[in-house]
């Protein structure tokens, strides 16, 4: 077992239990543990025993499961301080999963681990080995290298329904107590590339707004009414065309954008990891960071018209589209979303009125990063890769994040993890590289370390 105090080597440690790990990793990402409606809940409860019996494996007594209607069971567990002044950290991964898709376009099938080799790394390739077993894993790494008794107390939050969204992203502030700690550990994220330490410290919120146009009682023939006819597929089109101008910046007037002045992705590594077509520009203008970090984004991720294969020689009497809002960290959501569903309320295309219906919206987050964890946070992080960490944002939202934060005001949120932006994770091939995951070991490992005893100092001071 390991001094508490730091004698750890976190190197040495996560050599030493690499082999474990991963054939514990292997486990895990064979249960399809997809936590959505109409696939079975045996595999999401299979793969809940099975982090049980990891975590009584490595010492943690205290275990419970919270159990929530209409979600997938959260397991709990607790370490306590191993001294009054030592500081409290919780730990969050979810163990549950995206579906795979269509399995054809995978190279092996999705829940049978296989070797992958890429840039001269080793790694593993299936469904949700990188998101989000592959953080869940290193938390337990961390565990193993202090033999179950790490410098600080511990509070473990793995959650079985996240990737569908559950009720329990709204229930820690329900249960303060239960979550009160001093720094948060969200391993839900990773690096910008392999290789590069990475703390994403803004998560942008998210909204969604439907908009309809309805002009006819029915479809009528396009020969002897087009042209007069309101067709509701031209004015819903017209409508969408409002939301961006010519460069393909958002155009619609109180969504905030501020200028991004962390790290980012060179346009080549955003083309790549986006696929977009050779040729093809990008849209907007100004720097990625701020397309896609702290500016807003919207997207039309669906829209109801008749088919190309079945489509009439009609006027279209009805057309509808969702729409998917991304907005800055700090925006308020319902100002954010409120400034989108204004804008296409206060729209007449061709003196047609719209019907907008405001969706469901979750807020942004943006963390503190002066604090002593993340002093901490940032020295291990070096520690692992051997170069100073960058700061970047996330364009995706991860709910939970401001449910614990309202639980635990006071504590530092860190966002960082085995992933990277090239482990295509909800996309065919998902995989994570086996020097990541020891990373980020080395990463815990160091990171519970030096936040014991910073926090131990400011605590004398």
Same mark, same amino acid.
């Given at each position: ?9 976190? #190197? ?9 790990? #991963?054939?514990?990793?292997? #486990?895990?990402? @064979? ?27 490595? !010492? ?24 009054? /002044? ?5 730990? =969050?991964?979810?163990? /549950? ?5 269509? &399995? ?17 790394? $080793? !790694?593993?390739?299936? @469904?949700?080995? %990188? ?32 990737? =569908? ?9 329900? /249960?303060? &107590?239960?979550? %009160? ?11 910008? #590339? ?142 954010? @979303? %409120? ?26 987050? &943006?963390?503190?990063? /002066? ?19 960058? =700061? ?19 504590? &530092? ?16 091939? $998902? ?11 080395? %990463? ?18």
């Amino acid at each position: 077992m390991a001094d508490p105090q730091g004698s750890l080597d976190p #190197r040495a440690a996560a050599d030493r239990l690499m082999d474990g790990l #991963r054939a514990d990793l292997e #486990r895990l990402a @064979r249960i399809p543990s997809i936590a959505f409606p109409g696939f079975p809940a045996e595999p999401v409860r299979e793969a809940h025993d099975l982090l049980v019996g990891l975590l009584r494996d490595v !010492g943690v007594e205290h275990i419970e499961t919270i159990e929530l209607p209409d979600t997938a069971p959260v397991i709990f567990g607790e370490i306590p301080p191993p001294t009054p /002044d030592a500081p409290t950290v919780l730990l =969050y991964s979810h163990y /549950d999963v995206q579906p795979p898709g269509d &399995e054809s376009l995978w190279e092996s099938p999705p829940f049978e681990p296989t070797p992958v080799r890429e840039g001269g790394e $080793e !790694g593993l390739r299936a @469904r949700g080995i %990188a998101d989000d077993k592959s953080n869940v894993i290193a938390h337990l790494g961390m565990l193993r290298a202090f033999g179950g008794r790490p410098p600080v107390g511990v509070k473990i939050v793995f959650e079985g329904q996240e990737e =569908y969204g559950s009720p329990f992203d709204e229930y820690p502030p329900t /249960d303060p &107590e239960r979550f %009160a700690c001093d720094a948060m550990v969200i391993a839900d994220l990773g690096n910008v #590339r392999p290789g590069t330490p990475t703390l994403t410290t803004g998560l942008r919120g998210a909204a969604e707004v439907i908009v309809e146009a309805r002009t006819l009682k029915e479809p009528r023939h396009s020969g002897e009414f087009g042209g007069a006819a309101p067709d509701a597929l031209l004015v819903l089109l017209k409508a969408l065309a409002t939301l961006h101008d010519v460069h393909g910046d958002v155009a619609v007037e109180g969504l905030r954008r501020d200028e991004w002045t962390g790290a980012g992705f060179t346009e080549d590594e955003f083309r790549d990891l986006a696929g977009v077509e050779a040729g093809l520009p990008l849209l907007g203008s100004g720097t990625l960071g701020e397309r896609l970090w702290s500016g807003p984004a919207i997207t039309v991720i669906g829209i109801d018209a008749p088919s190309v294969d079945h489509a009439a020689s009609a006027v279209v009497p009805y057309a509808r589209a969702k729409l998917n809002l991304r907005f800055h960290p700090r925006q308020d959501p319902r100002e954010a @979303r %409120a400034a989108l569903a204004d804008h296409l309320s206060g729209l007449k295309p061709f003196g047609v009125p719209l019907t907008v219906t405001p969706g469901d919206t979750g807020p942004g987050y &943006e963390a503190a990063t /002066d604090g002593p964890a993340y002093r901490a946070a940032r020295a291990a992080l070096a520690t692992a890769w051997g170069t100073e960490a960058s =700061y970047i944002a996330t364009g995706g939202s991860i709910p939970l994040v401001n449910g614990l934060a309202q639980a635990a005001p006071q504590a &530092e949120v860190l966002l960082f993890g085995a992933q990277d932006n090239q482990c295509n994770l909800h996309a065919p091939n $998902e995989r994570v590289l086996l020097s990541e995951l020891r990373a980020t070991v080395v %990463a815990m490992c160091a990171f519970v370390t030096e936040y014991a005893a910073d926090f131990t100092r400011e605590g004398r001071a």
